[in-house]
């Protein structure tokens, strides 16, 4: 689900045999016996470097053999080609095309839970406009430039057919985590009431959570009928919609905790355990597009995700919900969505033809089954000039650190920058070099 930003609203099971840009090309990979009593010293050489983002998926499974097929006990060959396999990791991590030296931030590390502060800035990666292949090498580009937050739109179905993509967002995120080293991911956001369970959902965010902790977050909202109606047929009122939301959210929290959760709730049965629990606390973040949407994040969620209209508009439903229940609203993170983008006028107009639906997402095309539809009625109702209106048009750096600056001075934690521009990385590179090295200096000016 896509929180609408524009002020309006809102492994294969074969493995290769050899590696060979890892410096382990004369080594084959095939399946460990059941016994072997050098496995756990390769198996920790291995671990090096399956951690060191070479792009296989688990080496838990395998061992190395030389040449004549026998386990190689070679210490010194061995370190060396874990040596080499982790130098060309660790170039591989630090170097890409066209990206920006790493921003100085602080790093995820295991079983430590970073918290979000203000003055983070993120970048949102559109699976509707975008193939998830593509999608990975941009999350490391981002990563590169010094972003804090990649976060990521969870759809079946893109929003107008014309953006042309809509690739699995979980699968995608765990990708592009192990490619990283120090962005948050998480969605923005999950409907976790009718096309996912609840329970699937507290599954996979706990399963992404210990692959990579101190790292993930999970971003909820109460979805759109081109993705619920379309895949399940049930599409009930707002009222149910929010009930459901509040009530999956429960489920998710109680199933974190590794405890047996009984629910017998209003719309949802659940008798289990979930045997892999977390490592750390995963931040369950809400959409809010409304006064009632937004007095219910600060109840039930801990934090908000919205676009900077709504902010300025219902901050005050959202504090005092959260008042309500007995939190303190100035201590939970407030995600807003700003659309940007990197040229003139004229290089922005693809990109509205693209999101024309924004201005309406929330009222009426939420209830819209068929991207075909939304976009013959956005293109008919919504004139072009008004997406200009609320995006950040400019090649001047300075005028994208000021809108930055407006956004975290009204109250945002962290502002996640969403571009719909072709040329992603020109958007992530301009920010890397000159937007966030300029936002940041005043920011540490002003802490002095």
């Keep these: 689900m896509l929180i609408a930003p524009l002020g309006f609203f809102r492994s294969s099971d074969e493995m290769p045999e050899s590696h060979s840009g890892s410096g382990l090309s004369k080594c084959k990979l095939v399946p460990r016996p059941s016994k072997c009593k050098a496995v756990h010293c390769i198996e920790s050489a291995l671990a090096l470097v399956a951690t060191s983002n070479l792009g296989w998926a688990s080496m838990s499974g395998y061992?190395?053999?030389?040449?004549n097929n026998n386990l190689s006990l070679d210490r010194r060959s061995l370190l060396k080609s874990v040596g080499m396999g982790m130098l060309s990791s660790s170039l591989l991590s630090t170097t890409g095309s066209g990206s920006s030296p790493q921003a100085e931030r602080p790093k995820g590390a295991e079983g430590i839970s970073r918290s979000f502060h203000k003055g983070m800035v993120g970048f949102q990666l559109a699976y509707e406009q975008f193939p998830v292949n593509e999608l990975v090498e941009l999350g490391v580009a981002?990563?590169?430039?010094?972003?804090?937050?990649?976060?990521?739109?969870d759809h079946l179905q893109p929003w107008q057919a014309n953006e042309g993509h809509s690739g699995q967002a979980w699968l995608t995120m765990?990708?592009?985590?192990?490619?990283?080293?120090?962005?948050?991911?998480?969605?923005?956001?999950?409907?976790?009431?009718?096309?996912?369970?609840?329970?699937?959902?507290?599954?996979?965010?706990?399963?992404?959570?210990?692959?990579?902790?101190?790292?993930?977050?999970?971003?909820?909202?109460s979805g759109e009928a081109l993705n619920e109606e379309a895949a399940t047929g049930?599409?009930?009122?707002?009222?149910?919609?929010?009930?459901?939301?509040?009530?999956?959210?429960?489920?998710?929290?109680?199933?974190?905790?590794?405890?047996?959760?009984?629910h017998k709730g209003k719309y949802y049965q659940v008798n289990m355990r979930l045997y892999d629990q977390p490592k750390t606390k995963i931040p369950l973040l809400m959409a809010g597009?409304?006064?009632?949407?937004?007095?219910?994040?600060?109840?039930?969620?801990?934090?908000?995700?919205t676009d900077p209209k709504t902010w300025k508009e219902h901050r005050e439903e959202f504090e005092e919900g959260a008042r309500q229940a007995g939190k303190d609203p100035s201590q939970m993170p407030v995600?807003?969505?700003?659309?940007?983008?990197?040229?003139?006028?004229?290089?922005?107009?693809?990109?509205?033809?693209?999101?024309?639906?924004?201005?309406?997402a929330w009222k009426?095309?939420?209830?819209?089954?068929?991207?075909?539809?939304?976009?013959?009625?956005?293109?008919?109702?919504?004139?072009?000039?008004?997406?200009?209106k609320e995006m950040t048009i400019s090649t001047d750096p300075d005028v994208h650190v000021k809108a930055l600056r407006e956004a975290f001075s009204g109250g945002a934690t962290e502002v996640h920058i969403h571009s719909g521009q072709a040329d992603q990385r020109r958007v992530i590179d301009f920010y890397g070099k000159e937007v966030l090295p300029r936002l940041r200096k005043g920011m540490a000016k002003r802490a002095a």
């Excluded at 590169?144 to 739109?153: K, R």
């Excluded at 959570?209 to 977050?217: D, K, Q």
């Excluded at 983008?341 to 924004?358: H, I, S, T, Y």
């Design 234 to 262: 049930t599409w009930p009122k707002w009222p149910e919609r929010s009930e459901r939301l509040v009530e999956a959210t429960e489920i998710i929290r109680k199933l974190w905790e590794g405890q047996q959760v009984e």
């Design 335 to 360: 995600f807003v969505e700003q659309f940007v983008c990197v040229g003139e006028k004229k290089d922005a107009q693809p990109a509205a033809g693209l999101w024309r639906f924004l201005p309406k």
């Design 142 to 153: 981002v990563d590169q430039a010094g972003f804090d937050v990649l976060t990521n739109s």
């Design 289 to 305: 597009n409304g006064p009632k949407a937004m007095r219910r994040v600060g109840m039930y969620a801990d934090g908000l995700i």
């Design 174 to 221: 765990s990708a592009i985590a192990a490619r990283t080293r120090n962005v948050w991911l998480g969605t923005t956001v999950t409907c976790p009431t009718f096309r996912y369970s609840p329970s699937v959902v507290a599954e996979a965010f706990a399963s992404l959570n210990i692959l990579y902790p101190g790292r993930i977050f999970l971003g909820v909202g």
């Design 364 to 388: 009426p095309y939420f209830n819209i089954r068929d991207p075909q539809v939304i976009e013959q009625r956005a293109k008919s109702e919504i004139p072009i000039e008004d997406l200009y």
């Design 63 to 67: 061992h190395f053999l030389n040449e």
